[in-house]
């Protein structure tokens, strides 16, 4: 498995879910076309790593083959580490039809990546899989149809451990990736390498800063902002952290660029975003929304949001888009300039929606 140097560490890297799936239904297709047992599948992820798989527990019927890809998160701590994700390939007409069973969870609430009743297999995975499945088709000049079940038993159990219930995930996990590799985050690890992209920045005469959240944040910068990025350093979660060593560091402005979904907790206090610190996404927006002057129905409605951009959509009904972001950028900058040095200029761009959906939703600076 790929290593990658963090902090004065070599921490290994992982693979997602995603990738698992994508891997399992490769090998399955395969078997099923060629009538032949393999015991090693090669996948190349969306992140251009290439893979090279065991395939488990490989079970042949005259029209379907089922096996396994186990799960490696790597040095990163990963709930489902170790869990078996199973593709379930038979023949069909026509087309690549993709599914859950055992241990996927259904979405039951918008907003989601998945429509309300979809298996919560997200768009990469998804894509993966069919690719890789169409791929083997046209490989062994098959022109009928494929149906592909992905399942991870345990993995209900599993998802009562995550935020899955929560966000109207019901009965399992979600199959996730968006890049199919899985990033060691030893937190003072990555600190530290923040730090030291901010030390070599800073020797080659930058003074300003870009920091985007995330691969989304870099994509809005680049294609929506057409920013160059040449001072630029991706700080996922850690904005606090960041925020903190380019000021302790002497840089002057920082421009922080981010998705609602992460932003959003900086209006409660929270500097590190990642999941395992809280949520309060929804009740920041409610506490927004309330100052707002909104209607006891549309706190409730925002309530039962499980997204960001599907509380957005409530605001924008109501009429109290415009007013709960101004409140919101407001917490958010009361925030940074409570915990980061004074002497640190930080401005800040929101963004919602994903892909081409992206767009900006409120700025300062």
């Known amino acids: 498995m790929n290593t990658r140097f963090v902090g004065g560490k070599l921490l290994r890297r992982g693979y997602t879910t995603g990738s698992c799936a994508a891997a399992a239904a490769k090998a399955a297709a395969t078997m099923l076309l060629t009538g032949t047992l393999y015991n090693e599948v090669t996948l190349t992820t969306p992140a251009g790593i290439v893979l090279a798989l065991d395939v488990l527990d490989a079970n042949f019927t005259p029209s379907s083959v089922c096996c396994a ?7 990163d701590p990963d709930i489902t580490n170790g869990c078996l994700v199973y593709a379930h390939v ?5 087309g690549i039809a993709i599914s859950g069973g055992e241990g996927i969870g259904q979405v039951t609430k918008p907003g989601l990546d998945q429509p309300v009743g979809a298996h919560a297999i997200n768009t990469v995975p998804r894509r993966m899989i069919d690719d890789e499945c169409k791929a083997v088709c046209a490989k062994y000049g098959y022109d009928g149809g494929l149906c592909v079940i ?28 968006t890049t199919g590799i899985v990033e060691p985050m030893s937190e003072k690890a990555v600190v530290d390498t923040f730090r030291a992209e901010l030390s070599v920045l800073y020797e080659a005469g930058h003074r300003n800063i870009t920091l985007t959240i995330g691969n989304y944040g870099e994509e809005f910068a680049r294609t929506r902002m057409h920013l160059p990025l040449e001072s630029h350093v991706k700080c996922s979660n850690f904005i606090g952290e960041t925020l903190a060593a380019a000021a302790e560091k002497g840089f002057k402005k920082a421009l922080l660029i981010g998705h609602i979904g992460k932003l959003c907790k900086l209006g409660i206090g929270i500097t590190n975003t990642h999941s395992s610190y809280g949520d309060g996404r929804m009740e920041t927006l409610i506490a927004c929304a309330l100052e707002a002057g909104a209607s006891l129905d549309t706190l409730l409605k925002i309530q039962e949001c499980v997204s960001t951009d599907a509380a957005l959509e409530c605001l924008q009904d109501a009429g109290l888009l415009q007013e709960s972001m101004r409140l919101l950028s407001d917490r958010i900058k009361y925030t940074l300039e409570r915990h980061i040095a004074a002497h640190l200029d930080i401005s800040l761009v929101c963004f919602k929606g994903m892909g081409e959906k992206m767009e900006e939703l409120f700025r300062y600076d």
């Open 90 to 94: 038979s023949l069909a007409p026509a």
């Open 69 to 75: 890809i186990q799960k490696d998160s790597g040095d």
């Open 150 to 177: 992905i399942s991870i038993p345990g993995g209900e159990e599993l998802a009562r451990r995550t935020f899955n219930p929560r966000m109207g995930i019901v009965g399992g996990l979600s199959v996730l990736g």
